[in-house]
């Protein structure tokens, strides 16, 4: 009797997990795929269209199509693709101004420091107007390099970028 009994309860359990076993698949309104083995999980919108698949059917793909996209979404999304680019263009030749200017101060820097050790070496006719006018020079340079560290803060730079940057002002002594 119990093998019976036992024997029939097994037979009922393997009847029971053999019964057909759904699952449920939908894309929403933003293109998104859901899929669930319960009507009750998919978001309220899928639950009228949700197409159905058998659990046993292994080799069967059920292909839910995307949803079209509006052509004006796509039309944005082009859009801002093309003004990020932009963007990111003008912040490299901003960086790169940048980097000429500072090479341009540091190189200027440097002339007038030859220039002014030439006329005090050599004190020919004029030296002392050479070593005031180079003196000039010098502290033009390093107002231009104080007012160049000052914008570094608000350009959108690279730290390679800002490293080149400040080695090149290093080059200008205070």
């Known amino acids: 009797m119990k093998y019976f009994i036992l024997t029939l309860s097994i037979l009922v359990a393997s009847l029971l997990n053999t019964s057909a076993a759904e699952n449920y698949s939908c894309r929403d309104s ?3 795929l859901h899929v669930a083995d319960n009507l009750m999980s998919l978001p309220e919108e899928c639950l009228h269209k949700a197409d159905i698949s058998e659990a046993d059917d292994s080799g069967k793909v059920n292909y839910v199509p995307p949803v079209p996209l509006d052509p004006q979404i796509k039309n944005d999304f082009n859009q801002e693709v093309n003004q990020q680019s932009r963007k990111a263009k003008q912040r490299k030749r901003e960086a ?3 980097v000429s200017r500072a090479e341009s101060l540091a190189n200027s820097f440097e002339n007038a420091v030859i220039k ?3 006329a005090l070496r050599n004190k020919q006719y004029g030296y002392r107007t050479t070593i005031v006018q180079a003196a000039q020079e010098m502290q033009h340079a390093r ?3 104080e007012a160049l560290l000052g ?3 608000k350009a959108r730079l690279s730290s390679a970028q800002r490293e080149q940057i400040e080695m090149q002002l290093k080059r200008i002594q205070n």
């Open 116 to 118: 002014r050790k030439e």
């Open 143 to 145: 107002s231009k390099k």
């Open 96 to 98: 790169g101004r940048l």
């Open 151 to 153: 914008e570094l803060p």
């Open 30 to 32: 933003k293109g998104r």
